[in-house]
């Protein structure tokens, strides 16, 4: 009898710890699921405020990017807005005919003796140069394709190169430039592209028509005129296309 109640005791005893084992696991898991629901509402809680904060209408512009030059926002502050302005376009003399303050205007690294000037064009007419010596042709030079045209015996810079000894480096220009005249009777004013010709302060001189022109000035040119440099025997008539006809 008393082996059977001890028996009956130990089963007895068995059962509740099981209970208690059940019962304690049941309180982890139970545990479990509070705290993962509990973080997974804070995380709801979270993208919530974050969700707020974006339709919120006031924004902050301190990481705000900024877009351009750094150089453009070196003088910002709270009141003022410094515009940098666009570079804008040069219309100046480059290339060929490039000036400079120091050295003046410059070709293939020759200073040259003479700059364009502002009113200087190419001509709409088709002017030429008939090269004469001892009353016979031998050249026909075609200057009508640009504004001007630099006679010389440098070969670097000169459009038209004269060898002759007594012609100088930079001997002469042909420049074509826009001028206007005013017709008094009929109260008008008309403008035309006209050639001239200008003496680089050379060491012999230029002519037109046998006589010798002022250097460093501007002289109109003329159907026909009889022009030479130098004490070369070579003479240059100026004519266009239309003067054989006339």
Same mark, same amino acid.
């Given at each position: 009898? /008393?082996? @059977?109640?001890?028996?009956?005791?130990?089963?007895? +005893?068995?059962?509740?710890?099981?209970?208690?084992?059940?019962?304690?696991?049941?309180?982890?898991?139970? *545990?479990? &699921?509070?705290? $993962? *629901?509990? #973080? %997974?509402?804070?995380?709801?809680?979270? *993208?919530?405020?974050? =969700?707020?904060?974006?339709?919120?209408?006031?924004?902050?512009?301190?990481?705000?990017?900024?877009?351009?030059?750094?150089?453009? $926002? /070196?003088?910002?502050?709270?009141? &003022?807005?410094?515009?940098?302005?666009?570079?804008?376009?040069?219309? =100046?003399?480059?290339?060929?005919?490039?000036?400079? %303050?120091?050295? @003046?205007?410059?070709?293939?690294?020759?200073?040259?003796?003479?700059?364009?000037?502002? /009113? =200087?064009?190419?001509?709409?007419?088709?002017?030429?140069?008939?090269?004469?010596?001892?009353?016979?042709?031998?050249?026909?030079?075609?200057?009508?394709?640009?504004?001007?045209?630099?006679?010389?015996?440098?070969?670097?810079?000169?459009?038209?190169?004269?060898?002759?000894?007594?012609?100088?480096?930079?001997?002469?220009?042909?420049?074509?430039?826009?001028?206007?005249? !005013?017709?008094?009777?009929?109260?008008?004013? #008309? +403008?035309?592209? !006209?050639? $001239?010709?200008?003496?680089?302060?050379?060491?012999?001189?230029?002519?037109?028509?046998?006589?010798?022109? %002022?250097?460093?000035? $501007?002289? /109109?040119? !003329? %159907?026909?005129?009889?022009?030479?440099? =130098?004490?070369?025997?070579?003479?240059?008539?100026?004519?266009?296309?239309?003067?054989? #006809?006339?």
């Amino acid at each position: 009898m /008393e082996e @059977g109640s001890r028996e009956s005791r130990k089963r007895s +005893r068995n059962r509740s710890r099981s209970r208690e084992r059940i019962s304690y696991s049941t309180i982890q898991r139970s *545990r479990e &699921k509070k705290t $993962y *629901r509990s #973080s %997974e509402g804070g995380k709801g809680d979270e *993208r919530r405020e974050r =969700g707020h904060r974006t339709r919120s209408p006031e924004r902050s512009t301190e990481a705000r990017p900024r877009w351009g030059k750094k150089e453009e $926002y /070196e003088n910002l502050d709270d009141s &003022k807005t410094t515009v940098v302005e666009k570079e804008k376009a040069n219309f =100046g003399l480059s290339g060929a005919l490039m000036e400079d %303050e120091d050295t @003046g205007a410059t070709l293939n690294g020759v200073k040259l003796k003479w700059s364009e000037p502002p /009113e =200087g064009r190419k001509p709409s007419s088709r002017w030429r140069l008939y090269v004469f010596k001892q009353e016979k042709q031998i050249e026909t030079l075609h200057i009508h394709r640009q504004s001007a045209y630099l006679i010389g015996r440098d070969s670097r810079v000169a459009d038209i190169v004269a060898l002759h000894p007594s012609i100088s480096s930079q001997h002469a220009v042909i420049q074509f430039r826009l001028r206007e005249r !005013r017709d008094a009777k009929k109260n008008k004013v #008309s +403008r035309e592209i !006209r050639p $001239y010709l200008m003496d680089l302060e050379s060491r012999n001189g230029t002519m037109i028509n046998k006589q010798k022109i %002022e250097t460093a000035r $501007y002289v /109109e040119l !003329r %159907e026909r005129d009889l022009i030479n440099f =130098g004490t070369s025997t070579r003479d240059y008539v100026l004519l266009h296309e239309g003067s054989r #006809s006339s």
